[in-house]
C-alpha cells in the first residue's frame, strides 16, 4: 500500500513506523461479498458487492484519542487522580483527495487516504492552532483553502492551504467569536453559513457569515427541534446506559446541514452523552425553512452494542460520493466526557429519505473506494464476533478492577485490568471451538495513568493462538508498534485455525496497569447457525413504548431487535445478550412499526423467520390487560395483576379503541382485601370514583362495572389511580351498549 502525504522533517520517522505498522496491521481485503446477511435496511438478504483492494474498520474508529484529566466537576481529589480519553463532536472535511479528521479535546487532528487508515498530525504548540483544545471542532473546505472553527470556544477563525503541515494554520478573522457547537455550511451559491445552539430549550440557530471577515453578521434563524411527547427517542436516560426514555428532551445540540439534489437536511441530536445519544432530521427546500420532520426518524441510533451512542457528528459525502455519518459514542467508565469516534454507512434513497446503518455497527465494515451500487446494502464484511461471553483467564487482576469477563461482555464501559502494567501481562479467552480467527480488536482500557503526556507513547503487545491451550502460536505481532492505537483493529494477514487466544502485553503507556476493555476476536465458527427465535410483541397504553419477548433459542450468543416503519425498513436495530425481553421507548406516537427478531453466533447470523406489525392494547378487542398498560406512581406489575394501588397517585393507563364511539360498560375485573376500597377512574379526562367491594383476598378475581362514554377510534385514554386504598388491577373490558 502507498500513502502519499506530505509531512514535516519532524514526524518523517513516525510516517515510517506508520506505514510498517499498516502492512502489518489490516489486511487488504480481494474480496467479492455476496447476498449472505440480513441488511439493516431490509427484510432480504443484502450484503454489499465489492470488488477490489478494501480497507476494513470496525468501531470505535482507532485514532490516538487524547490522554486528559475528566471535565466533569467533581471532588477534587476523584478528579485529580484520574486520566481520561476523550475523542468527541468530530468535524471532518475533504482537502485535495484526502481526508481531514477534527475531534473536541486533543492536541491535533487527524488524516486519511481512505477513511480507516488514519495519520495523526499535531502541530508543535497547541498555540499554532488553540481550538483544538475546545469542544465541539467545525471545518469546511472553500476553493484551495481549508478554513477551521472550535465550536465552543472564544478563538477566532483559521485557516491552511497545507493542512499537512499542523504548523501552517493561520488566523483569518478579525477577532475571536463564539457560537455553541458551531458547524459550518458552505451552500450552493457559494455562501457560507453558520449552524449553531447547544441549548435546554429545543433551539437550534441558523446565521450568514461575512466571507470577507468570518465572522457571523445579521439575523440568527432559530427552529425549534424537539417533540418529546410524541417521539420516545428524543427523551433523556438517566445515568450510563439505559432504555427508558423520560418525558424531557435534555440539550439540543450538535446541528448541522448538508443538501442533496436541492433538498437541506436539518440534523440535530438528542437527548444526552449516554447510549441513548441519537441524531435526527428535518427537511425543507429552502434553508431557511420552513422545515418538515422526517417521517422516518431517528436517522441514527444504536443504544446497544460494544460501543453505544450514534450522535453529534458530522454527515458527508467520500471522495467517492458515498454518505457516511461520523458520530461519538459514550464510554463513560469514570466520566461523562469520556467518548470515542464512530463512523456508519449513510444513504439517500430515492425518495429522499436519509437514514443511517447501525445494525452490527461496531463489526468490521467496509470502505469501498469506489461509488457504492447499493447505497442500501450492509457493509458488514461477514465476520461473526467470535469472543462474546466466552470463559476467560488472566496472568492477574488488579484489586479495585473488574473481573476478567468484563473484557468480553461487549461493552465498552466496563474493562478488566491486571495487577500492574508490566511486560507479561497477559489475557486469554477459550472460544470454545476450533475456529478461523480472521481479525482482532484489542480496546486498551485507561487504569491508573500516572500521567497524561508521554510524547512517544505507543501500546505494544502480541496476540497468540492455540488450538489446545498449551502450544502457541503468533497471530499478530505488535511488539515493535509505534503508535498509541487504543483501539487497534487488526486483519489477520494469513486466517488461523485457533480455539484459544491469549493477548500479551509488552509496553503499556502513561504508566498504567495493563487493561481491556475489550478482547474482540473475528472469524468464522465451523459448526451450526442458530435459529431465528420465535417472538411477540405488545405496543404499551403509551405508544411510545414496545415490549419484545422472545424464546431463548439453543446455541444462539445473541438476539438483534429490528424495527422500522416499512416492512423493508427495518433500519433500527439493537443486539441483545443474556436476556429474552426488553421494553424499547423509542417510538413515535402517531407512526405505525413492524418488527422482526433477528440471532447470531460464531458460526454465522440468522434473519427472523417473520415481519410482524407492532400491535398494541388499543388494538385488541374487547379486554385489555391490566398489565400491558403504563404503570406510575409506584405500580407494579406481577402474578397477571398491576399492584401498588394503596399509594396515594399510584395506578395505570390504558389506550383503548372506542370504534365509533358513543356509550360503553367498561367492566374492571379486580381483588382486595379491604372493605369498599375506592380508586379514580379517569377516561379522556373526565373523572368519577369507583367503589371495589371486597373479594376476599388479594389474589380473588370480581368484578365491577361502570358506563363511560368513549370517541371514535383509538386515541381514548383510560386511567385508575389508587386513592390510599388497596386494589389489584386484572383487566378490563369494554361492551358497546345498544343505542
Known amino acids: 500500500m502507498c500513502i502519499k502525504i506530505k509531512m514535516l522533517i519532524e514526524i518523517t520517522s513516525v510516517l515510517g513506523s506508520l506505514i510498517k505498522s499498516i502492512m502489518q496491521t489490516r489486511l487488504w481485503l480481494l474480496c467479492v461479498m455476496l447476498a449472505s446477511a440480513i441488511s439493516a435496511n431490509a427484510s432480504t438478504a443484502t450484503i454489499a458487492e465489492v470488488k477490489g483492494e478494501v480497507p476494513v474498520y470496525c468501531n470505535p474508529l482507532n485514532l490516538n484519542y487524547q490522554v486528559q484529566r475528566p471535565n466533569e466537576e467533581r471532588d477534587p481529589k476523584i478528579k485529580n487522580s484520574l486520566w481520561v480519553r476523550e475523542g468527541a463532536d468530530p468535524s471532518i472535511a475533504i482537502f485535495k483527495g484526502n481526508y481531514y479528521l477534527f475531534s473536541s479535546m486533543s492536541d491535533g487532528y487527524w488524516q486519511s487516504e481512505n477513511l480507516v487508515d488514519w495519520i495523526s498530525l499535531k502541530p508543535s504548540s497547541i498555540e499554532k492552532l488553540p481550538g483544538l483544545r475546545r469542544y465541539a471542532p467545525t471545518v469546511v473546505t472553500i476553493g484551495d483553502t481549508l478554513f477551521f472553527k472550535d465550536g465552543n470556544g472564544p478563538n477566532p477563525v483559521y485557516s491552511t492551504q497545507t493542512p499537512e503541515d499542523p504548523d501552517s494554520w493561520k488566523q483569518v478573522s478579525s477577532e475571536g467569536w463564539r457560537r455553541p457547537d458551531a458547524q459550518f455550511f458552505l ?88 447510549n441513548a445519544y441519537a441524531n435526527g432530521v ?3 427546500t429552502n434553508i431557511l425553512g420552513p422545515y418538515t420532520y422526517q417521517q422516518h426518524n431517528p436517522i441514527t441510533q ?38 470515542r469516534i464512530s463512523l456508519f454507512p449513510t444513504s439517500i434513497d430515492a425518495n429522499g429519505t436519509l437514514l443511517s446503518d447501525t445494525w452490527l455497527g461496531d463489526y468490521p465494515t467496509m470502505v469501498p473506494q469506489e461509488r457504492r451500487s447499493d447505497p442500501a446494502a450492509s457493509l458488514w464484511n461477514g465476520m461473526n464476533l467470535l469472543s462474546v461471553n466466552r470463559p476467560v483467564k488472566a496472568s492477574s487482576t488488579a484489586t479495585d478492577a ?54 512517544d507513547a505507543a501500546i505494544r503487545y502480541q496476540v497468540l493462538g492455540s488450538i489446545d491451550g498449551k502450544n502457541w502460536f503468533s497471530i499478530i505481532d505488535k511488539r515493535k508498534n509505534m503508535e498509541d492505537r487504543p483501539h487497534d483493529f487488526t486483519m489477520v494477514q494469513k486466517p488461523v485455525k485457533a480455539r484459544y487466544v491469549r493477548l500479551v502485553n509488552t509496553y503499556t503507556p502513561y504508566g498504567g496497569k495493563f487493561a481491556l476493555r475489550g478482547l474482540r476476536v473475528f472469524g468464522k465458527g465451523h459448526g451450526a447457525k442458530a435459529a431465528a427465535p420465535e417472538f411477540e410483541v405488545e405496543r404499551k397504553g403509551d405508544r411510545r413504548k414496545m415490549e419484545v419477548r422472545w424464546e431463548l433459542v439453543e446455541g444462539a450468543d445473541g438476539y438483534v431487535v429490528r424495527y422500522g416503519q416499512e416492512t423493508d425498513r427495518l433500519y433500527l436495530a439493537n443486539q441483545f445478550y443474556n436476556t429474552s425481553s426488553v421494553v424499547i421507548s423509542c417510538l413515535e406516537n402517531e407512526k405505525e412499526y413492524f418488527i422482526t427478531v433477528d440471532a447470531f453466533n460464531q458460526n454465522g447470523y440468522t434473519a427472523g423467520n417473520s415481519i410482524v406489525p407492532v400491535v398494541s392494547a388499543a388494538r385488541k378487542a374487547g379486554r385489555y390487560e391490566a398489565e400491558a398498560g403504563e404503570l406510575f406512581g409506584g405500580a407494579t406489575a406481577g402474578g397477571g395483576l398491576v399492584h401498588g394501588l394503596h399509594q396515594d397517585g399510584a395506578g395505570c393507563v390504558l389506550s383503548v379503541d372506542g370504534g365509533s364511539g358513543g356509550t360503553f360498560e367498561l367492566t374492571i375485573a379486580y381483588a382486595t382485601a379491604l372493605e ?46 389508587g386513592r390510599g386504598q388497596g386494589v389489584n388491577l386484572d383487566w378490563l373490558e369494554l361492551t358497546a351498549k345498544k343505542k
Open 402 to 455: 473488574r473481573p476478567a469477563e468484563a473484557a468480553v461482555d461487549e461493552e465498552i464501559m466496563t474493562f478488566w485490568a491486571a495487577a500492574s502494567g508490566n511486560e507479561g501481562e497477559w489475557f486469554e479467552v477459550d472460544l470454545q471451538n476450533v475456529c478461523t480467527v480472521e481479525a482482532v480488536q484489542a480496546n486498551f482500557g485507561e487504569y491508573e495513568l500516572k500521567t497524561g503526556d508521554e510524547p
Open 282 to 284: 428535518y427537511t425543507s
Open 187 to 274: 451552500d450552493d451559491d457559494g455562501k457560507l453559513w453558520i449552524n449553531y445552539g447547544c441549548f435546554h430549550d429545543g433551539f437550534l440557530f441558523l446565521q450568514a457569515m461575512d466571507m470577507n471577515d468570518f465572522i457571523p453578521k445579521g439575523e440568527s434563524h432559530k427552529f425549534f427541534m424537539p417533540d418529546v411527547k410524541n417521539r420516545g427517542w428524543e427523551g433523556v436516560i438517566a445515568g450510563r446506559r439505559g432504555m427508558d426514555h423520560r418525558d424531557s428532551h435534555g440539550w439540543v445540540e450538535g446541528g448541522q446541514l448538508v443538501k442533496n439534489n436541492g433538498t437541506y437536511y436539518y440534523i440535530y441530536s438528542l437527548p444526552g452523552l449516554n
Open 302 to 339: 444504536k443504544l446497544t452494542g460494544f460501543s453505544p451512542g450514534s450522535a453529534h457528528g458530522e454527515v458527508f459525502k467520500d471522495r467517492y460520493g458515498n454518505w457516511w455519518t461520523l458520530a461519538l459514542s459514550s464510554v463513560w467508565t469514570f466520566d461523562r466526557f469520556e467518548r
Open 676 to 721: 369498599n376500597a375506592r380508586s379514580e377512574l379517569i377516561v379522556n379526562g373526565k373523572s368519577q370514583n369507583v367503589v371495589f367491594p371486597v373479594t376476599g383476598s388479594w389474589n380473588e378475581i370480581k368484578q365491577v362495572k361502570q358506563t363511560v362514554q368513549l370517541k371514535p377510534g383509538n386515541e381514548n385514554r383510560i386511567e385508575i389511580k
